[in-house]
């Protein structure tokens, strides 16, 4: 079967860093996506992997290393308002969408 | 703005009943999906479009109809909702051609079915 794995929750720091990370078994690959939803609102993109490497945009970061079945979200100088849950995806051999289940990240002053 | 409504944002029934959700587009997009999000679970595709008459179903599609007669509505349909079917459902569109496929999601339909 076709899987994402990602940490239920996480806490962190107010200005701190914060590594999210997602492993998959999918079958086929052709890019992962991280989505960010706050509570009680829509998913929203973040970022797209679809090479090994890492992709930055501003304050975020996302990495991925096909061989491993391994992404990571990286969130730098954390602010309150990143407080939500992030959502790991990866689109399988026939352009389907498979989704984590999540992972919220709480930010404490 | 990706230009997507749903409605009801908000909708309580009793087991039983016949419900519609709508999501309508202004963007002229030609993929549409219709996903549900509970607790514990990522997001959960229930059917999808891609176009005008064309459907598909997704992993979770039983108890569940969609039609799409326009290119920007895409209506759901639960024929005869169970409680089980109590959820968030969000309607969502991929992007344009040169994108990198992401969605763009609706605003989310509350359904709780009594």
């Known amino acids: 079967g076709q899987n994402i794995d990602q940490p239920t929750e996480m806490t962190a720091t107010e200005g701190a860093i914060v590594q999210i990370n997602c492993t998959y078994q999918?079958?086929?690959?052709?890019?992962l996506f991280w989505y960010q939803q706050h509570a009680g609102e829509a998913p929203t993109f973040l970022s797209y992997n679809v090479l090994d490497g890492l992709e930055e945009k501003g304050r975020f970061s996302s990495f991925l290393s096909r061989s491993k079945g391994y992404s990571y979200l990286l969130l730098k100088e954390l602010q309150m308002k990143d407080s939500a849950s992030y959502l790991c995806a990866v689109m399988d051999s026939n352009y389907q969408l498979i989704w984590g289940a999540g992972t919220k990240l709480i930010i404490k002053p | 703005d990706a230009g997507i409504t749903q409605s009801p944002r908000h909708k309580v029934t009793e087991t039983g009943t016949p419900v519609t959700l709508r999501c309508h587009q202004t963007e002229n997009h030609r993929y549409m999906y219709w996903y549900r999000q509970d607790p514990g679970h990522g997001l959960r595709l229930i059917h999808y479009?891609?176009?005008?008459?064309?459907?598909d179903k997704g992993e979770v599609s039983d108890g569940y109809s969609v039609s799409r007669s326009k290119t920007e509505d895409f209506l759901l349909t639960l024929e005869s909702a169970t409680s089980s079917q109590t959820s968030v459902y969000f309607c969502?569109?991929?992007?344009?051609?040169?994108?990198?496929?992401?969605?763009?999601f609706g605003e989310g339909s509350r359904l709780t079915v009594l």
């Open positions: 479009s891609y176009g005008v008459k064309d459907t």
């Open positions: 999918t079958s086929g690959f052709n890019g």
């Open positions: 969502a569109i991929k992007g344009l051609a040169g994108d990198t496929g992401e969605l763009f």
